[in-house]
């Protein structure tokens, strides 16, 4: 079975470092991987999304993901948070052709402190 | 455009009690999802729809959930009988085909306390 794990619940960063969060999956064949965001009160969104191609992907409000095939990595990154930046985090995978079930991370909380 | 709908934003029920929830998804999404969220974890798929069909269900407690979307637009999500565990907030989600790489939308979920 598919999973996703995603290894820090909890960070807390000072503005202007850097943001780096993990996330691992576990399937063998084909996968589509998203990054999604909610800031506080609002809607879960769409951060970025991997399907093909170029492994680094870039995505709104300057976040940026990399995907290590060799790593079953899809790891979240931005060199610079704000304050704006605090939200919870949630790391999805979907595996291609198998019944498009998206299955998500327990998600990781981000503080930034100004 | 506007955004997918959800109905009620909060429910508290007793256990053993029935409860339904509604979305509306996005004007011309085909596809809906129902997820629950139980504090502390991700989305967990209940159920998807295309267009008025079922895709996957696999992951609902079919002995108390069910779920409808007769028309192909708006959906309801019903629980009965509730139990405690079933406190969570349930979200609705929509994307525009079933094209495993399509955006979903959320909505603002409902948050339902089972006592």
């Known amino acids: 079975a598919q999973s996703v794990s995603q290894h820090n619940h909890h960070v807390i960063l000072s503005e202007a470092a850097s943001l780096e969060l993990g996330c691992n999956y576990s399937?063998?064949?084909?996968?589509?991987l998203f990054w999604y965001v909610q800031y506080p009160g609002q809607h879960l969104q769409l951060l970025l999304k991997?399907?093909?191609?170029?492994?680094l992907v870039k995505g709104i409000k300057g976040f940026e993901a990399e995907f290590i095939k060799s790593k079953f990595s899809f790891n979240l990154r931005k060199p610079s948070v704000q304050w704006s930046d605090t939200a919870e985090y949630f790391c999805a995978v979907n595996a291609a052709g198998q019944g498009f079930s998206f299955i998500f991370g327990k998600g990781t909380r981000l503080l930034v402190k100004p | 455009e506007a955004g997918v709908a959800q109905s009620p934003r909060y429910k508290i029920i007793e256990k053993r009690q029935s409860v339904a929830f509604w979305c509306n998804p996005i004007?011309?999404?085909?596809?809906l999802y129902w997820y629950q969220q139980i504090l502390g974890q991700g989305p967990k798929l209940l159920i998807q729809f295309q267009n008025n069909g079922v895709v996957d269900d696999s992951q609902l407690p079919k002995d108390r959930f069910s779920a409808e979307r007769l028309k192909g637009v708006d959906s309801t999500l019903k629980i009965q009988p509730a139990k405690l565990e079933d406190s969570a907030v349930y979200l609705c989600a929509s994307s525009f085909g079933l094209a495993e790489y399509n955006e979903q939308f959320f909505g603002p979920g409902t948050r339902l306390t089972v006592l």
């Open positions: 991997y399907f093909s191609g170029d492994p």
């Open positions: 004007s011309g999404h085909a596809t």
């Open positions: 399937y063998g064949g084909t996968v589509n």
